[in-house]
């Protein structure tokens, strides 16, 4: 049998996935072999601006920015799909977790229904599977004010990623002073 690797999403109905252009600019489909990290990404919603996914110690890791936010995200159904992971690969400029295919598009090879992905997550917390902190709590290396994102966004937005400042300044409208700041500083 060949590696199975999960892409976790809020729809039930995708027959194929297609690739598409994501933080790293490249036409991919993600993936992880890590079934926890696939539930991770069955929550709509603003990616790092809301939680604080990563790998610690080889334990999945997530962090609630703000609150309520894992209520909003993931307090709702969602599907895990399984896929032929021969096509994917891990590569340097990727999160550890993560692997991407190159392939245009691919046929899922079996789907998972979730009921209630937070249940599952918590589930998932007891088995040692994943480390949940829930706001205000966070590890030490993370600000309470959430500031890590800024020099983020400046990135993204140097990698090409148009609007990363301004989507992170509609939800965290409180770093426009230091953004401008920076951008003053930058030019």
């Known amino acids: 049998m060949n590696k199975i690797v999960y892409h976790g999403s809020p729809n039930d109905n995708i027959k194929v996935l297609t690739s598409n252009k994501s933080t790293h600019q490249k036409d991919c ?61 891990h590569y340097d400029y990727l999160w550890s977790l993560e692997v991407i295919s190159f392939e245009k598009q691919l046929i899922p090879l079996n789907k998972i229904y979730y009921k209630n992905i937070l249940e599952s997550l918590f589930e998932e917390e007891k088995k040692g599977n994943i480390i949940i902190y829930r706001y205000p709590n966070r590890p030490q290396d993370m ?17 090409g990623i148009n609007g990363a400042i301004q989507k992170l300044l509609s939800i965290y409208p409180e ?13």
């Open 29 to 89: 489909i993600y993936a992880s072999d890590n079934k926890v990290v696939a539930l991770l990404f069955m929550g709509k919603g603003n990616g790092d601006l809301d939680t604080r996914i990563s790998n610690a110690n080889g334990t999945v890791e997530l962090v609630e920015r703000r609150k309520d936010v894992l209520e909003n995200l993931y307090n709702k159904e969602g599907y895990l799909y399984e896929l032929d992971g021969t096509t994917f690969n």
């Open 143 to 159: 600000p309470l004010d959430n500031s890590d994102l800024i020099e983020k966004y400046f990135n993204f937005e140097k990698q």
């Open 175 to 187: 770093f426009r002073d230091i953004v401008e700041e920076q951008n003053c500083m930058k030019k």
